[in-house]
């Protein structure tokens, strides 16, 4: 079973729309002649307010090679809602993908299971493709409860959600004490947890689809991790923080995940 990689920027709460439109820029320039098939899928989720001049920078000048993501949505089409985002304003501006459940949402906004499976399901239903995020802290990892852990929000996340619509998610596995710390998961480590979720998407989905689901790693990606990452059975690609933010780091990421 081949999976196209896929290289994701999580800008997280950074880049003004100026800064937003040179860092694209940058990007799009230094991977415009590299060959499409050879390329990952090169993903990049500014905050909502630089949607638009990103956007403007990909997709409407016809931008193959860079797709573009929501850091977050809310599941209700519109409504009283003060400073949420419904999927379907972002779609208007071409994402193609939203990030959901990051530990970030999870820690300091207290999103639930329950509210990052109705995020699914409608990011789904829209015709979008939701990029969940999961991952353990370090108590959890030391007390010896990461995999039941994964596979609670593996299953949670994706509760009533066809299995066909299944293979078509991705999913980031990301160890919270890994995020923003420079330490990142040893690769097998990465890959073994990885399997762990492949074998809980197997459970709900059935071994075919689960085969399908791109699985990513999160957590202090760099140059220098990407190749031993990429190099794994079962890691598809990196969602990338800290070092996505300058154009030289992500296209030496994006390089490094090439075929
Ligand atoms: P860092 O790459 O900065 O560790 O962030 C990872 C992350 O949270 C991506 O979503």
Same mark, same amino acid.
């Given at each position: 079973?081949? *999976?196209?990689?896929?290289?994701?920027? /999580?800008?997280?709460?950074?880049? /003004?729309?100026?800064?937003?439109?040179?860092?694209? @820029?940058?990007?799009?320039?230094?991977?415009?002649?590299?060959?499409?098939?050879?390329?990952?899928?090169?993903?990049?989720?500014?905050?909502?307010?630089? &949607?638009?001049?990103?956007?403007?920078?990909?997709? =409407?000048?016809?931008?193959? +090679?860079?797709?573009?993501?929501?850091?977050?949505?809310?599941?209700?089409?519109?409504?009283?809602? #003060?400073?949420?985002?419904?999927?379907?304003?972002?779609?208007?501006?071409?994402?193609?993908?939203?990030?959901?459940?990051?530990?970030?949402?999870?820690?300091?906004?207290?999103?639930? %299971?329950?509210?990052?499976?109705?995020?699914?399901?409608?990011?789904?239903?829209?015709?979008?493709?939701?990029?969940? @995020? @999961?991952?353990? $802290?370090?108590?959890? *990892?030391? &007390?010896?409860?990461?995999?039941? =852990?994964?596979?609670?929000?593996?299953?949670?996340? &994706?509760?009533?959600?066809?299995?066909? %619509?299944?293979?078509?998610?991705?999913?980031?596995?990301?160890?919270?004490?890994?995020?923003?710390?420079?330490? #990142? @998961?040893?690769? $097998?480590?990465?890959? +073994?947890?990885?399997?762990?979720?492949? /074998? #809980? &998407?197997?459970?709900?989905?059935? +071994?075919?689809?689960?085969?399908?689901?791109?699985?990513?790693?999160?957590?202090?990606?760099?140059?220098?991790?990407?190749?031993?990452?990429?190099?794994?059975?079962?890691?598809?690609?990196?969602?990338?923080?800290?070092?996505?933010?300058?154009?030289?780091?992500?296209?030496?990421?994006?390089?490094?995940?090439?075929?």
């Amino acid at each position: 079973m081949s *999976r196209r990689p896929i290289i994701a920027g /999580n800008w997280k709460m950074h880049n /003004n729309r100026a800064e937003s439109a040179k860092l694209v @820029c940058a990007i799009k320039e230094a991977i415009q002649d590299i060959d499409k098939d050879a390329l990952p899928e090169v993903v990049v989720a500014p905050v909502f307010t630089s &949607l638009g001049v990103v956007s403007e920078n990909i997709c =409407h000048c016809g931008c193959e +090679r860079i797709k573009l993501a929501a850091q977050n949505c809310y599941f209700e089409p519109k409504g009283a809602f #003060t400073g949420e985002v419904s999927i379907d304003m972002i779609k208007d501006f071409g994402a193609k993908f939203i990030i959901i459940g990051h530990s970030e949402r999870r820690q300091i906004f207290s999103e639930t %299971d329950e509210m990052i499976n109705k995020k699914a399901i409608a990011i789904i239903e829209a015709g979008l493709t939701p990029i969940i @995020c @999961c991952g353990e $802290t370090l108590e959890q *990892r030391e &007390l010896g409860v990461t995999d039941s =852990h994964i596979a609670s929000q593996i299953v949670k996340a &994706l509760d009533n959600v066809k299995p066909s %619509d299944i293979a078509n998610v991705v999913i980031a596995y990301e160890p919270i004490w890994a995020i923003g710390t420079g330490k #990142t @998961c040893d690769s $097998t480590e990465a890959n +073994r947890v990885i399997k762990v979720i492949r /074998n #809980t &998407l197997a459970q709900i989905a059935g +071994r075919e689809n689960a085969e399908k689901v791109r699985i990513l790693y999160g957590g202090s990606v760099k140059p220098e991790t990407i190749k031993e990452q990429m190099a794994q059975s079962d890691i598809d690609g990196a969602l990338v923080g800290g070092a996505s933010l300058k154009a030289e780091s992500f296209v030496e990421i994006i390089k490094g995940a090439m075929k």
